[in-house]
T-cell receptor, first 116, second 109 residues
Framework: NAGVTQTPKFRVLKTGQSMTLLCAQD?????MYWYRQDPGMGLRLIHY???????AKGEVPDGYNVSRLKKQNFLLGLESAAPSQTSVYFC????FGPGSSYNEQFFGPGTRLTVL | DQQVKQNSPSLSVQEGRISILNCDYT??????FLWYKKYPAEGPTFLIS?????DKNEDGRFTVFLNKSAKHLSLHIVPSQPGDSAVYFC????????FGTGTRLQVTL
């Protein structure tokens, strides 16, 4: 099993450009998440999904959109990139989700995005 | 207002000694507390957790202690090994995970 994979690993964008980050998991997990990690800030939740066709906002959703058309994939889109979106983006998935006793989340290796 | 704080950004410990990583939280209504470990260029991986109804959980060299009255969580690693060198994040779970800012542990020979 590959676990959670992310594409691409690195990307450099100019301000105003758009891009989509792809996350895929092969563990048949219902729940998927997108986080960003910035220096001194820890990981912050951008959006999450509790199942195919559903998405919800996290702590820092502004400037991002997401889609979950297939259970195994969770896409994060930046329509008009800004320098403030320079960060490392992590995708995660879990078997259990909100409302369960706790959920262990499995993380992908991350995508390092720089917006100039 | 940050709910989870790791006040030590870095820690250096000699191989074989005990590493103690600390975490403070501000809200009492959490179900679980977790520790994640992160190596460079990799995603975080789950290390150990503790339920809010317990005060200690042990897994091999790793022990997590929960002091609810002080709203304090700690991770003890003993003995520390060079492979333990990584960034450690504490996280609280109340339906979603909220992470601390991380502590970089360096285990020296």
């Amino acid at each position: 099993n590959a676990g959670v994979t992310q594409t691409p690993k690195f990307r450099v964008l100019k301000t105003g450009q758009s891009m989509t980050l792809l996350c895929a998991q092969d563990m048949n997990h219902e729940y998927m998440y997108w986080y960003r990690q910035d220096p001194g800030m820890g990981l912050r939740l951008i959006h999450y999904s509790v199942g195919e066709g559903t998405t919800a906002k996290g702590e820092v959703p502004d400037g991002y959109n997401v889609s979950r058309l297939k259970k195994q994939n969770f896409l994060l889109g930046l329509e008009s990139a800004a320098p403030s979106q320079t960060s490392v983006y992590f995708c995660a998935s879990s078997y259990f989700g909100p409302g369960s006793s706790y959920n262990e989340q499995f993380f992908g290796p991350g995508t390092r995005l720089t917006v100039l | 207002d940050q709910q989870v704080k790791q006040n030590s950004p870095s820690l250096s410990v000699q191989e074989g000694r005990i590493s103690i990583l600390n975490c403070d939280y501000t809200n009492s209504m959490f179900d679980y507390f977790l520790w994640y470990k992160k190596y460079p260029a990799e995603g975080p991986t789950f290390l150990i957790s503790i339920s809010s109804i317990k005060d200690k959980n042990e897994d091999g060299r790793f022990t997590v202690f929960l002091n609810k009255s002080a709203k304090h969580l700690s991770l003890h690693i003993v003995p520390s090994q060079p492979g333990d060198s990584a960034v450690y994040f504490c996280a609280i779970y109340d339906g979603k995970l909220t992470f601390g800012t991380g502590t970089r542990l360096q285990v020296t020979l």
